[in-house]
């Protein structure tokens, strides 16, 4: 988060923002603290681990008692251990309730230990002080002594403000005293426990010091010194002084003033050199801050004042890497100082990076990296070392000794990352020729190893990282050259030629335009000439131990050209600047070596003037065909590239897939490929044209050039659509050309039968299929190919011809859906398997690679099942294979009988197992050729599943864009057939996700459709007979989700006949009609059939009637209320109708539940609008409104109890509706008598169990007060004194955390329990006795007496009033009464016979 202005310094000085565990950033003068707060403060948080301790709030009175007496800085808070707090602390609690500020809270420590009262006040809020009395200045001033609190704060925000708002108030009053006592409690804080306190006391001092200039920094240094001195300070609290030291210094740098106080400098470097021998606490924070420190300073300071001090640890450069990172850094930032000279004086060499220092530099480069090992970062010195390896001229030695021959040699993790790391952040500083060095090196071939073998999983995987490496260098770097070196380099990395960089590198964006151009020169030069000796290739040892005896060249040569022909895919695919141009050059490279070979070179190709060196295979050929397809997808969604007006025109109108010039790709690869197909000479294809595919490729040209003609003249969507799928198809006949020419064919008729002008007046034969039903069954086909392109395409195309559809169309895409015809398939695959019939489809074939992962995901599954299987063919031996079983033994003499003890020679003993083996042999092999059908059925499963979720794209299409056409109702009960035997079917993923689209295209696209069919005149009767059909399944349903399906779709239907009008009253009455239609009857009657349209109301009346009272009469019903609602809010027309059936049903519903859902739909009916309209009389209104509440009285006097909850239910739907009823009775003043009603209502609150519900209670009194009853209200009791009148309450002392057992409250209960059992329990005599003096209670007002007794003159109070409290500040009272309880318990113990 970026910092505020701070107001107090002027613009450009700002308060930063770090996280609660994080440092508050706050810039110096020179515009910023920087790496020093990143690298201490940040760090120093992570480390220091906060110690527990108690909090004390609104300590006001003896915050002002401590400064007074000047005593405030040890006593008062936050966050500064001191020894007089902890005795004092305590003992005050308990005195100083009275001084409390307004609602402040104290907790009370349970007996802290001597070393935790010192951190006692630590986490205290801001102590309030009493605004009267004329007391100092810091005695009045709450306000100033709440900065303090909220510098403590744990939000790094109210750390912030609290920073801000002290820094403004210290400016503004200018007192000595208080900017005395802020530099005391700031420097106290220093060393507080907890996380946010310290660097928030370290933010603040900072900024009093940056601002008040006149404070000396080396009197502050002295305070932390003296305050926080480690020799002096207990050992528990070492740490925190050591921290307090710490972030003491780091405020006084952070302040911007240090570089001016040379004395102030001096100590602060010796102090955290000092600070540094401690590292158990610290670790290596004092180092890094030194490094800091440098980092700031200018160089004349650095030589009169630190060099001297620092000198020691210049010297020891070599031992640690904190100190030899201090080095390098003076190195770097002094280059005027540290010459070579003097460092011959304190090194022993004039350079760093010399042969004789390599081991010592190693040694130091292996602690760095464990000491790095969690962060996962490149230790600071490491960089360094690096760059001054550079600059010195030395690179090539540090890295060949130090980096490869010395970090590298010892195979261990930490070592190994970082030189991955030291080879991703020495790219920007490298020359050309250095890169060469390092990109070919060993740790280039020890990170292809980690990438291979980190692929197994729970592996740590470097390759993200080296990735934002290179990423940052090429995005920085402006040299292509440079760009070019790294983008090969780490392409030839190759593991048996295959690259170890992925295909689709994202990297490549970030490459300017010379580059890539060459790049790309240079894959096309690797894919026909392979050079392995430019390549960096390695075999892992797991590979040498499974090596098999192969070719080797060639099989590193086609795993070459198959990574860098996915490479050019990925680079038209990638977010980079790309020219058109080349994006031609690769589409054409790739279209060309996927489908043809050069025989002869020629000037008009370019791609056949180099030969490859090693032919390419078929596998090759298959490699690039199936990556070629994937292109052509990645071009249909291409935005138009190029610089010019109209291309930055076509991308606003977010056009893809065409050229500058309007011009699909695939159009221009279909004329590249008839180019190629021309020079049979020079060119050879892949799998060459026959006569007929020839001839199916010319006709497809001729009728894209008739089609581009027409479409320049007309601009017709329509015709872009079928040269799409035209272009797409023709390119599809270099890959499967035996399948793809007769479909082409298919298609060209089609779209000139669709063009045809002619062709569409003259009558076609019956026998022959219209041309929308031929392109419906390409469509099909084409999505049953595994191709997003073709999915996209067969979309739009099915799009543009949804207009023309016929039934016979439609009813080819709803075949595809119908479960019926799957269980023939199936049943077609059983005959096959009994009769072992193999035979593959196109579908299965095109499909082969697709279904692969599907069933390497199930393999573990399909393990188990095979183990169940083989138990169940043990178990089941079919009776064929036992007599040839037998048959064999007997014929080996194997079985018992007449020459059983017979001996039998080696040679028959041979045979005999030989024929055995070969039974068992052939018998594994039916099973495993079951098996095997079994699997080949299962994935045959998957494909049909997969291409009817494809072809319900056809379905939604079909609804968004033809909502009125009236083969819609073709598709209610398909989809609806569809959903319910999903619904009983296995659940599988695949199948859930065909059960949801296909709901949600039935739900969404269809029912719930704003626009319909308007002229179903002559559906009329079937729409009719179709609704009633619905409603009744719907009824007879047991699934209510499904029920659902089906009364949905009867509202859709109602809504279609009821918005379509009929054609004689579509049309307009003539003058002479309508002086005849005047009369009222006959405009009631044309009002009625105007709002009805062609539905036949009468008739669905009696429909949904019968449903309503099945659903409310019947136990069970797959019905819900929540459909009838539904038909209530969207046709109110059918509320008068069906009003009488909810009436009868409140009193004759089946169950309670069924009478409070008659309740809740007579409710929602009454409350419409229309419901009234559609009423002739007032007296029909009012004889409603009576029925009604004469219902609901009898069915309110039935009820007598309240066991279940849906009594409860019954009841509150009733008062709902009554609460409606009697104020339509009141507001319309309707003559309906409610002395009845009233009278249920009064007898219904007497029954058990009435007051248990809230909003039971709340329903009733609501209607009650509108029956003109007054809600009782409930008596408070009177609280009564807790002291008799004229007593002097006693102080009560607070009690301690007890048990639930031992608090007074329940010990009564106890004792009251068992004086009633006592009674109860006892005689006769004393039973009677204790009734007369006390009645039902009088076990309780025994034992009432009797402590009176005990309590001595307590007892005349208690006449007054209940019994005073014990007090419980008085020793002697606090003894007697547990010296009575325990005789009260004694008593109570004993048994009656006992007592007696």
Known sequence: MQGAECPLRGPGRTVGAGGPAGPCEVTSQRGGCGSLLRSTMEAGLAKAAPLPGPRCRGLSALAARDLKSGRGSSRSPPEVPGRGTGRALPRRLGRTRKGLAPGAHVERPRAPSRARRGRLMEAAPAPALPGSGPRGALQQNRQFLDFFWDVAKPQQAVRLAATESLLRYLRARRQEDELKYTLKRLIDGLGATR?????????????????????????????????????????????????????????????????????????????????????????????????????????????????????????????TPEQLHLLLVGIQKFPGVLKPDKLKILLGSSAIVTMENIPRLVKVLKTAARSEKKDRNLPRVGLDLLRVSVKEGAFELFWKEAVENGLLKEKSGPNSYMCYRLLGSALPLLSLDQLQIVLRGEVMRHYGDHVVSAQLPDRFKFAPEMETYVNSFLEGCDDPEKQLAVMIGFSTLTNQGYPVVPSFWKVVKHLQPVALLKYVDWLKRMFLRPEFDCCLDFTTSRQKQNQEKVNMTQHRVVRLRKWIFARLVSIIDSQGKKEEDLVTDIVRFCF?????????????????????????????????????????????????????????????????????????????????????????????????????????????????????????????????????????????????????????????????????KKSKKKKHDDEEPEWVEVIVEILLSLLS????????????????????????????????????????????????????????????????????????????????????????????????????????????NALGGDKSDEDVDDETMLALDENVSALFAEQQKRIQAKKDEKEKMRKEKILRRDFKIKVLDLIEVFLAKQPENPLVFDIIEPLLLVIERSMSSDSDKQEQDFLQKTAEIFTNHLCRAKQYCKSVGDLR???????????????????????????????????????????????????????????????????????????????????????????????????????????FNRFPVMCKPLIDTLVKSITAGARQHQQALACM????????????????????????????????????????????????????????????????????????????????????????????????????WNVMKLLGFAHPKKEKAVAQPEHAPGAKPLKRKKKGFLPATKKRKNRKKALQENGAESGREAGPENGAESGREAGPEGGEAAARKKNKKRKGGAGKASAEGPSPKKAKGIHGQETQGKQGKAKKKKKANKTPAQKA
């Open 785 to 892: 190919q595994p191709s997003l392109l073709m999915r996209r395409v067969s979309k739009s195309v099915f799009g543009r011809i949804c207009p023309y559809m016929s039934k016979k169309a439609l009813h080819l895409i709803l075949n595809v859906l119908d479960p019926e015809q799957d269980q023939d398939e199936e049943s077609a695959v059983v005959v096959m398997e009994e009769t072992d019939k193999k035979k593959k489809t196109l579908l299965e074939d095109t499909n082969k690679e697709e279904s692969a992962d599907s069933s390497d995901d199930d393999s573990s599954e399909e393990d188990g099942e095979e183990d169940s299987e083989d138990e169940n063919n043990n178990e089941g031996v079919d009776e064929n294979f036992r007599n040839q079983l037998m048959n064999v033994l007997q014929a080996g």
């Open 195 to 319: 996380e946010a306190a310290r660097p928030g006391f370290s933010l603040a001092l900072a900024q009093v010091l940056q601002f008040f200039e006149e404070i000396p920094l080396h009197t502050v240094l002295q305070q932390i010194k003296e305050k926080h001195n480690l020799e002096r300070v207990k050992k528990k609290l070492f740490r925190n002084a050591a921290f307090g030291n710490f972030f003491g210094v780091l405020a006084l740098f952070q302040s911007g003033r240090l570089a001016k106080d040379k004395k102030a400098l001096l100590e602060c470097v010796r102090l955290l050199q000092s600070l540094a021998q401690h590292h158990a606490h610290l670790r290596d924070l004092p180092r890094k801050t030194l490094v800091d420190i440098l980092s700031e300073i200018p160089e004349a300071v650095f030589e009169e004042v630190l060099f001297s001090a620092l000198q020691a640890d210049l010297t020891s450069a070599f031992s």
């Open 592 to 756: 060309f070596h996927a489908f043809f070979e050069t025989q002869k070179p020629t000037s008009e190709i370019p791609e056949t003037k180099s030969l490859p060196s090693v032919p390419l295979d078929g596998q090759s050929h298959s490699t690039a065909a199936n990556l070629f397809f994937s292109l052509l997808q990645i071009l249909n969604s291409l935005p138009v590239l190029g610089d010019t007006a109209e291309a930055a025109a076509l991308r606003e109108k977010h056009i893809h897939g065409v050229t500058a010039d309007r011009n699909l790709w695939i159009y221009l690869i279909i004329q590249y490929a008839s180019v190629l197909l021309s020079h049979e000479k020079h060119v050879k294809a892949v799998t060459p044209f026959t006569a007929e595919q020839r001839a199916a490729w010319d006709r497809m040209l001729q009728s894209l050039e008739n089609l581009q003609k027409k479409e320049r003249e007309s601009r017709s969507m329509e015709i872009f659509a079928f040269q799409h799928l035209l272009l797409l198809v023709g390119i599809y006949l270099f890959k499967t050309p035996a399948e793809t020419q007769d479909l082409l064919n298919d298609l060209l008729n089609c779209i000139e039968r669709a063009f045809d």
């Open 1161 to 1260: 739909l007579l409710q929602k009916a009454l409350q419409t609008r229309d419901l009234k309209l559609s009423m002739t009389t007032e007296e029909e209104w009012e004889e409603l409104i009576r029925e009604s509440t004469n219902q609901i009285t009898e069915s309110l006097k039935a009820v007598t109890e309240f066991k279940v909850k849906v009594d409860q239910e019954k009841v509150i739907k009733c008062l709902e509706l009554l609460n409606f009823l009697i104020k339509t009775v009141n507001q319309q003043k309707l003559n309906v008598e409610l002395t009845e009603l009233s009278q249920a209502l009064q007898a219904l609150s007497q029954q058990e169990g009435f007051g248990k519900s809230v909003r039971l209670d709340s329903l009733y």
């Open 1021 to 1127: 009767e079937d729409l009719h007979s179709l609704l009633e059909s619905l409603v009744k399944r719907a009824s007879k349903h047991k699934d209510s989700s499904l029920a659902l399906y089906y009364f949905s779709a009867s509202l859709y239907l109602f809504k279609v006949l009821k918005g379509n009008v009929a054609r004689e009253m579509a049309t307009p009455l003539s003058p002479s009609k309508k002086k005849q239609k005047n009369s009222e009857g006959s405009s009631a009657q044309t009002d009625q059939l105007s709002g009805t349209g062609l539905l036949d109301l009468k008739r669905v009346t009696m429909l949904y009637q019968e449903a309503l009272s099945g659903f409310l009469t019947r136990r069970k019903s797959a019905l819900t209320g929540s459909m009838f609602l539904d038909l």
